[in-house]
């Protein structure tokens, strides 16, 4: 049984979309109990934590460090995913297609060196000096000016990053049960602050084993019905061939510096993780390396098939939300409420809103680490001003996820994940490999490495390149550049590679060679076999049925007396129409009602025909920014009159049954994008004829016009022939 049954093909989540997947009172209310259920029991699992805990800050930062491996890889797998996987990749993978696998294969790359690795380095190291923060190793000595400036930034990056989790559970709740996304992140910030002062990381990591073991489950059964819903992997893969033929190439067309950078970036994005303050956090709880090589296991064996689900859930929602502008972030979530039951449709949203705020208790109980250890380390053993830093670092984030709701672009999750995680890799990740190298770079070898990381990630970020490069390589590049240029100039005896000599010109010359060889080739084959540009590409023909329905939307009505020779002009907007936001508007339609009010005088009005009135001429133009048309009508007598002027900008062509065509075209015709919504102009006019016979004179000043302007809106589906 599905939760609902309607095509969806909406953006940024607006009412009307939630008003076209409204289920029945029965089934909304069994949908809200299924998550309030299960969303108690995760909450109760991390409040359990309260009778293990220890009133120690040690405790409440790293759990004492003897967590089970177990319990923190699969919290490390749900903290390093959360928001980011359910929402963000989920609206990566529909807009890309088989190329995701690169992200997947590069990123899991990247993660098993960070954990094979570095995560051995910061366990040690953290371990030995006692600190609990990232920010404390990029320093010999906790609370140096770079430790400070490196937990400044953590709390700069790690506030956005748990604010783009707040705002998740916000969207997910928004979407699957139409409460305010603000009444959401406040459920958000309270949920945080208890897991907080329930048992600090203790709790967060109870609850994302928990939430983590249910949601493999209930992302199992979505991947599954989503596969019969689009008729298997050969259905899938038809589908996305007629969608679009670049969605079934293993790489993506119009990479402006080629496949190589573009996969490598993936790969320091999974390195990265060894960057992120929240995921360390998972591996400081750890008590000896050999839980940590535990902990790996488990962290690879969740989360390979965990991506793997999650790549065939994105691209079926591609297939099965494949009509007009579909905001490809609510993929997973519609998905859910178009295949399921209400409560399975439950279990997953509870699933998703405790990952993103157990998520964002970790981030907020990183930032707490970051800043009593390293900003402000005379607080560092007082655990209940600890605690205060966690409420107000929590507020910090609330108030950031409440305020990008009001600015255009900033509710994006994917957007604000990519940044927040690229940023803080490219940050910690050169440092931490240099220092581990065996080199001691001093404060101003490190402040400016981690300045021009930052930099780089930002200006990358705004140039308009990062579709093509994730910021990942300019940002890590630009750090370790910096190290080489900060190694030479300032005369430095040491190798800039610390215990290990730097080789000679020759060999890395040779070592060069040996690297470029592949990289030229594969680069060549991408110039010569990489698919057409996308912008060209519209997909497969193939035979369709297309049927539509239209409705109407009245944006503004009204009675004027205008009269002869006046133009009256009337601005509208469609914001002044409910739930016009995000549909599919292809037109608009103006009527125009008058009727006749010539009068006559005079003996000579006595012969018959003498009173007639001659017709008057009344003129509508309608007009937005893109589209204009215009008519004219007559008044006939004492009778009412009317005519109707009617601008449309779609191909009605493309309705019925259809042979030959690629589905793209389809939606390209039927879709009109934003260019139905914005500001209108209407102008009428009256042009008066008085008419009259000797003796009989006629006075007519100009007219009375009723006018409705009617918004022209179209829904539709397309089902194969």
């Not at 259905?235 to 573009?262: C, I, M, Q, R, Y």
């Not at 009317?642 to 793209?664: A, C, D, Q, R, Y």
């Not at 006075?699 to 016009?705: L, M, R």
Request: aromatic share 10%; proline share 4%; hydrophobic share 45%.
């Amino acid at each position: 049984r599905k939760c609902g049954g309607t095509n969806v093909r909406d953006a940024d989540y607006d009412p009307q979309l939630i008003s076209n997947v409204r289920h029945p009172p029965f089934v909304d209310l069994v949908l809200v109990g299924s998550f309030v259920v299960f969303m108690s029991a995760f909450a109760g699992v991390g409040l359990a934590s309260m009778r293990v805990k220890k009133d120690t800050t040690d405790d409440y930062l790293v759990a004492g460090r003897g967590m089970s491996p177990a319990l923190a890889a699969l919290s490390a797998v749900s903290t390093w995913n959360s928001g980011y996987m359910f929402i963000g990749y989920i609206g990566f993978t529909f807009t890309m297609g088989y190329s995701i696998l690169w992200i997947g294969l590069g990123s899991i790359a990247g993660q098993v060196l960070a954990w094979t690795w570095l995560y051995k380095f910061i366990q040690q190291s953290a371990k030995e000096r006692g600190v609990r923060s990232l920010s404390s190793l990029v320093s010999d000595v906790t609370g140096s000016p770079e430790a400070k400036l490196a937990a400044i930034l953590s709390v700069l990056f790690l506030a956005v990053y748990a604010a783009a989790q707040l705002t998740s559970g916000g969207k997910a709740l928004y979407v699957m049960l139409g409460w305010s996304e603000v009444f959401g992140i406040l459920i958000g910030f309270v949920l945080v602050v208890a897991y907080c002062y329930a048992g600090g990381i203790r709790a967060s990591i109870w609850t994302d084993a928990a939430q983590s073991s249910v949601m493999i489950i209930g992302s199992s059964l979505l991947c599954y019905v989503a596969l019969q819903e689009v008729g298997g992997f050969s259905g899938l893969h038809l589908g996305l061939e007629a969608e679009k033929a670049n969605l079934t190439s293993v790489v993506p067309a119009d990479l402006n510096f080629g496949v190589g950078l573009w996969v490598f970036a993936f790969f320091l994005g999974g390195l990265s993780v060894a960057g992120q303050p929240q995921v360390v956090s998972r591996v400081m709880t750890l008590g000896s390396d050999g839980d940590r090589r535990t902990a790996m296991i488990w962290f690879f064996v969740w989360q390979t098939p965990f991506i793997l689900i999650m790549t065939v859930i994105g691209l079926a929602s591609r297939v099965v939300f494949s009509n007009g502008n579909f905001d490809p972030e609510l993929g997973l979530p519609m998905l859910a409420m178009e295949t399921l039951g209400p409560v399975w449709v439950g279990l997953i949203l509870a699933s998703i809103f405790a990952a993103t705020m157990s998520t964002a208790d970790s981030q907020v109980l990183a930032c707490t680490a970051a800043f009593t250890d390293d900003v402000m380390p005379s607080i560092s053993q007082d655990h209940k001003k600890t605690k205060i830093v966690t409420v107000v670092i929590a507020l910090l984030a609330t108030a950031i996820s409440i305020f990008g709701l009001y600015v255009p672009g900033g509710d994006s999750v994917f957007v604000l994940v990519v940044l927040a995680v690229y940023g803080l890799g490219a940050i910690f990740i050169p440092i931490l490999i240099i220092r581990w190298a065996g080199y001691r770079p001093d404060t101003i070898h490190s402040v400016a490495m981690m300045l021009a990381a930052l930099f780089a990630v930002l200006l990358w970020s705004i140039s308009g390149f990062g579709d093509d490069v994730f910021p990942s390589v300019p940002g890590m590049g630009a750090a370790f550049m910096t190290h080489f240029v900060m190694n030479e100039i300032r005369g430095s005896e040491a190798s800039p590679l610390g215990r290990y000599e730097m080789p000679e010109l020759r060999s890395l010359a040779v070592g060069a060679l040996v690297l470029l060889a592949p990289y030229s080739a594969i680069e060549a084959a991408y110039v010569v076999y990489r698919p057409e540009s996308s912008e060209s590409d519209s997909g497969l023909p193939g035979d369709w049925v297309v049927e539509a329905v239209f409705d109407r939307k009245v944006m503004a009505d009204g009675i004027e007396y205008l009269d002869d020779g006046e133009t009256l002009s009337l601005e509208m907007h469609t914001d002044s129409v409910s739930g016009a936001q995000g549909t599919n508007v292809v037109g608009v339609s103006v009527t125009l009602l008058y009727s006749e009010d010539e009068t006559s005088s005079g003996l000579g009005c006595a012969v018959p025909g003498a009173t007639s009135p001659d017709p008057d001429t009344i003129t509508g133009k309608i007009s937005n920014a893109a589209y204009n048309g215009s008519s004219s009508g007559q008044n006939s007598g004492g009778d009412i009159s009317s005519h109707t002027v009617e601008v449309e900008w779609f191909n009605s062509s493309l309705i019925g049954n259809l042979s030959g065509v690629p589905k793209s075209d389809i939606v390209d015709g039927l879709e009109a994008g934003e260019s139905g919504l914005g500001a209108y102009l209407l102008e009428l006019t009256v042009t008066v004829e008085s008419g009259g016979s000797p003796g009989c004179s006629h006075t007519d000043d100009g007219e009375e016009v009723e006018y409705v302007v009617e918004l022209i809106t179209l829904d539709y589906t397309i089902a194969s022939a």
